[in-house]
């Protein structure tokens, strides 16, 4: 009994590359803060995209599989580093989470374009 993974990011022909669409204060109480978006800009929308900063590919291994993120930070720009999405408790980061308090967030535009193309595909079939 393995659990399957799937990458949207996969399905969408985006190369692992994530379209994520993320609160732009943070998940909230149960994660750790989120650093600034922008060394240079000011975030004033409740959503940040953050193209070519994250990356996601199925792994399977002895003790599982799952859906792994990778954080492209590059200290030369003005961009974050880093997204918060840990689940902690006490400032403590609960490493058997992982990312589910963003799991839907991280996919989100990958799954749009899914569904963009899905629809496209039915209406020129119809």
């Keep these: 009994m393995v659990a399957a993974c799937n990458n949207p990011a996969e399905l969408d022909g985006s190369n692992g590359a994530l379209n994520a669409y993320l609160s732009a204060a943070g998940p ?26 994250l990356s996601a590919q199925c792994v399977n291994d002895e003790r599982g599989s799952w859906l792994e993120v990778t954080v492209h930070g590059d200290p030369m720009d003005a961009r974050t580093d880093d997204i918060s999405g840990d689940v902690t408790v006490d400032g403590v980061i609960q490493a058997d989470w992982g990312l589910h308090l963003i799991d839907v967030h991280l996919v989100m535009g990958n799954l749009v374009r899914l569904a963009e193309r899905q629809g496209a595909a039915w209406l020129a079939s119809h």
């Design 28 to 53: 909230g109480v149960s994660s750790g803060a989120q650093a600034a978006w922008s060394k240079t800009q000011e975030v004033t929308t409740p959503y940040v995209s953050a193209p070519g900063l």
